[in-house]
T-cell receptor, first 113, second 114 residues
Framework: AQSVTQLGSHVSVSEGALVLLRCNYS??????LFWYVQYPNQGLQLLLK??????LVKGINGFEAEFKKSETSFHLTKPSAHMSDAAEYFC???????????FGTGTSLTVIP | NAGVMQNPRHLVRRRGQEARLRCSPM?????VYWYRQLPEEGLKFMVY????????ESGMPKERFSAEFPKEGPSILRIQQVVRGDSAAYFC????????????FGPGTRLLVL
């Protein structure tokens, strides 16, 4: 079975500061890993994903994430936070033999001017 | 190329009524997934369908909930005799094939049960 843990349900950063959102996963088979962003009352937008190949994945809006198998982690980072980054972020995992995505409980990012 | 479409975007029902949520997948996608998001929680899988077939309904409540994806038309998530605990955002996702590499999500239907 697969599961996702997002440490920190709320994260606040100053505008221009580093953004680090943590995600750890559990999977008995090689995972596919995803980060989605959700703005208020909207759907989920894919930020980036890891399936195979390079473990450092770059996504939209300057975000990137690194798949670390030894740490079972897929943390999301952005060097400099922007006010428009304020949103809910969800980490998700799937596997090639599965039928669904498993989501973490989300991290609400606040950007302080 | 239109994305995944869901309607209505907001739905208000009184306890005991029926709720019908519709999802039109992206063009060319024949795989549909329904998820539920309760307040302050992540998305939870409900059901996975292909055209005219339910592939996996392991996340569906045993009673009152049903889903279909007919040969023609949108996928429908039906909730009979709604209760307040059904209040949530219901998201539909689609993919072009069986691969779990990407699911494209719709904007969701926010259901409020009074």
């Amino acid at each position: 079975a697969q599961s996702v843990t997002q440490l920190g349900s709320h994260v606040s950063v100053s505008e221009g500061a580093l953004v680090l959102l943590r995600c750890n996963y559990s999977s008995s088979v090689p995972p596919y890993l995803f980060w989605y962003v959700q703005y208020p009352n909207q759907g989920l937008q894919l930020l980036l994903k890891y399936t195979t190949g390079a473990t450092l994945v770059k996504g939209i809006n300057g975000f990137e994430a690194e798949f670390k198998k030894s740490e079972t982690s897929f943390h999301l980072t952005k060097p400099s936070a922007h006010m428009s980054d304020a949103a809910e972020y969800f980490c998700a995992v799937s596997v090639v033999t599965g039928n669904q995505f498993y989501f973490g409980t989300g991290t609400s990012l606040t950007v302080i001017p | 190329n239109a994305g995944v479409m869901q309607n209505p975007r907001h739905l208000v029902r009184r306890r005991g009524q029926e709720a019908r949520l519709r999802c039109s997948p992206m063009k060319g996608h024949s795989h549909v997934y329904w998820y539920r998001q309760l307040p302050e929680e992540g998305l939870k899988f409900m059901v996975y369908l292909q055209k005219e077939n339910i592939i996996d309904e392991s996340g569906m409540p045993k009673e009152r909930f049903s889903a279909e994806f007919p040969k023609e038309g949108p996928s429908i998530l039906r909730i009979q005799q709604v209760v307040r605990g059904d209040s949530a955002a219901y998201f539909c996702a689609s993919s072009p094939d069986y691969s779990q590499e990407t699911q494209y999500f719709g904007p969701g239907t926010r259901l409020l049960v009074l």
